[in-house]
T-cell receptor, first 115, second 113 residues
Framework: GAGVSQSPRYKVAKRGQDVALRCDPI?????LFWYQQALGQGPEFLTY????????KSGLPSDRFFAERPEGSVSTLKIQRTQQEDSAVYLC?????????????FGPGTRLTVL | DQQVKQNSPSLSVQEGRISILNCDYT??????FLWYKKYPAEGPTFLIS?????DKNEDGRFTVFLNKSAKHLSLHIVPSQPGDSAVYFC????????????FGKGTHLIIQP
């Protein structure tokens, strides 16, 4: 596909359950970003990868959140022991070059609902 | 602490008229600004950007103005078209800060026929 894809599109989890969200960036894109968008808010930065290296994880809200991009392409955001406040849309974005000034192409997001 | 503020949750404009969306920021370290457009159930798509060394950038019907002294930027769309109805996010980036973008809460633009 031409764009960024994310799966699943929708995820319902019971409180305390672990979830894994997948992002397939545009092929060849060096940079990959994860954002969290709560209802009625703008996206909030979580973490940034340049190829396989996680260069910035300053936005991860707690140590229950973990992201990886082992081969520098597909990335997974894992949330352990989910809480109701984790309910949000999780957006993945990729860009051709390193750094935040390059255009970021966003996926459609995964809507996570924690009951 | 909201570093990027979009104070109008919604804006209604008649088709053919000018739409002006406003954005204010508080962090003087921001040096690059972007506007994204979002349709329901889709991810945001990039519209236009401006570096802090400029005060205007134009691309077709879209123009972004930056007033650094006022820490204010605006997006002008002229003429407005029905397909412009969407949520518009203002975003900012600081080369010396976190690697991701800082977004405002968005403004829902509605173009009336």
């Amino acid at each position: 596909g031409a764009g960024v894809s994310q799966s699943p599109r929708y995820k319902v989890a019971k409180r305390g359950q672990d979830v894994a969200l997948r992002c397939d960036p545009i092929s060849g894109h060096v940079s990959l970003f994860w954002y969290q968008q709560a209802l009625g808010q703008g996206p909030e930065f979580l973490t940034y990868f340049q190829n396989e290296a996680q260069l910035d994880k300053s936005g991860l809200p707690s140590d229950r959140f973990f992201a990886e991009r082992p081969e520098g392409s597909v990335s997974t955001l894992k949330i352990q022991r989910t809480q109701q406040e984790d309910s949000a849309v999780y957006l993945c974005a990729s860009s051709t070059l390193a750094g935040g000034t390059n255009e970021q192409f966003f996926g459609p997001g995964t809507r996570l609902t924690v009951l | 602490d909201q570093q990027v503020k979009q104070n109008s949750p919604s804006l209604s404009v008649q088709e053919g008229r000018i739409s002006i969306l406003n954005c204010d920021y508080t962090n003087s370290m921001f040096d690059y600004f972007l506007w994204y457009k979002k349709y329901p159930a889709e991810g945001p798509t990039f519209l236009i950007s401006i570096s802090s060394i400029k005060d205007k950038n134009e691309d077709g019907r879209f123009t972004v103005f930056l007033n650094k002294s006022a820490k204010h930027l605006s997006l002008h769309i002229v003429p407005s078209q029905p397909g412009d109805s969407a949520v518009y996010f203002c975003a900012a980036y600081s080369g010396g800060g976190a690697d991701g973008l800082t977004f405002g809460k968005g403004t829902h633009l509605i173009i009336q026929p």
